[in-house]
Nanobody
């Protein structure tokens, strides 16, 4: 199983930007689809974005489309989430996850490995 560690979370003002990183260890993530999810207090963990193993295909939730960009560097075994035009409603703990699921999935149950999360807070 792959181990994942997120970093890059911070307190930022509305309209600001952050880049989250997810460093993998234990095995290469080249064969995994990778995803980002987020969870606000008292709410379910929601899908944000996913990227194919090669990095050639991506998929986004409507709530972040056009503002967030997922990317990966398989040579560094790392996945990124560039977040622009941040809003207070983006405040949450952000999680990185790895999936062997054959297709695109927004369901947490289709992801096999999870990081511990990183806090993003957007002030108004």
């Amino acid at each position: 199983q792959v181990q994942l560690v997120e970093s890059g979370g911070d307190l930022v003002q509305t309209g600001g930007s952050l880049r989250l990183s997810c460093a993998a260890s234990g095995r290469t993530i080249r064969s995994y689809r990778m995803g980002w999810f987020r969870q606000a207090p008292g709410k379910e963990r929601d899908f944000i974005a996913a990227i194919s193993g090669s990095g050639g295909s991506t998929y986004y939730a409507d709530s972040v489309k056009g503002r967030f960009t997922i990317s990966r560097d398989n040579a560094k075994n790392t996945v990124y989430l560039q977040m622009n035009s941040l809003k207070p409603e983006d405040t949450a703990v952000y999680y990185c996850a790895a999936s062997k699921f054959a297709g695109w999935s927004i369901n947490t149950r289709d992801y096999d490995s999870w990081g511990q999360g990183t806090q993003v807070t957007v002030s108004s």
